[in-house]
């Protein structure tokens, strides 16, 4: 296993819920990063974010590693969900929601 | 051929598309990462096709990525996509 693939690999399987994407949640460095920030902030989800513009190897192997080829990629325990659009629908819908609270993520809830 | 005209003729070849919608965002993106000089290097997509029927987003999503590779591969570097099944609603058109 690469470094990459190692790195990539630890994050995803020792967070349960990890962005991989331009920039910092704090500073995201792309539009589409942003949004899926905007979307886990709103929510309240405790995650950890990949900035892949650190690392040449992850921003090339997060690709690889789930036969993906754009960022923002989002995972949870061990699974990958989609890159923004994926993410954008799925928190439109409801199911971003029903989703994470199924797999024992705290969700903040809309306020009334 | 321009890439949109690339992308319409693959998709149309591999999903036979009933609604297409290939849009060339690039200009909006001038100076953020990804851009370069020339353009061609964001695209909006929107596509009805029965191939996404019974499929999840990440599966129809694959499907089109799949056959956009070699556009992956030569400077295209964000995709946005809608892609529904026939009936479902669409918002991108």
Redesign the interface.
């Known amino acids: 296993m690469t470094d990459a693939r190692a790195i990539i690999d630890n994050a995803v399987k020792t967070n349960d819920v990890v962005l991989f994407m ?1 920039g910092t949640p704090q500073f995201p ?4 990063s942003g949004q899926v920030v905007q979307i886990l902030d709103y929510l309240g989800i405790a995650y950890q974010g990949v900035n892949v513009l650190d690392d040449a190897d992850v921003r090339q192997g997060i690709k690889d590693y789930s ?4 960022i923002p990629q989002l995972y949870v325990k061990g699974e ?7 993410v954008r ?2 928190f439109q819908s409801g199911e971003l929601q029903t989703f994470l609270t199924e797999k024992g993520i705290a969700v903040r809830q809309a306020a009334g | 051929m321009a890439r949109a005209d690339r992308i319409s003729a693959k998709l149309t070849a591999g999903l036979k598309p009933l609604v297409m919608n290939v849009v060339d965002e690039s200009h909006q993106h001038a100076g953020h990462g990804g851009w370069r000089e020339g353009g061609e290097t964001h695209y909006r997509i929107t596509i009805v096709a029965d191939a996404f029927a019974g499929k999840s987003r990440l599966e129809r999503h694959r499907l089109v990525n799949a056959l956009l590779r070699d556009e992956f591969d030569t400077g295209l570097h964000a995709l946005a996509i809608e892609a529904a099944a026939p009936g479902e609603a669409v918002r991108g058109l």
Do not use: A, S, V
């Open positions: 331009k460095m792309c539009g589409f036969n993906w080829p754009t990958f969900i989609g890159g923004c659009d994926i629908e799925m």
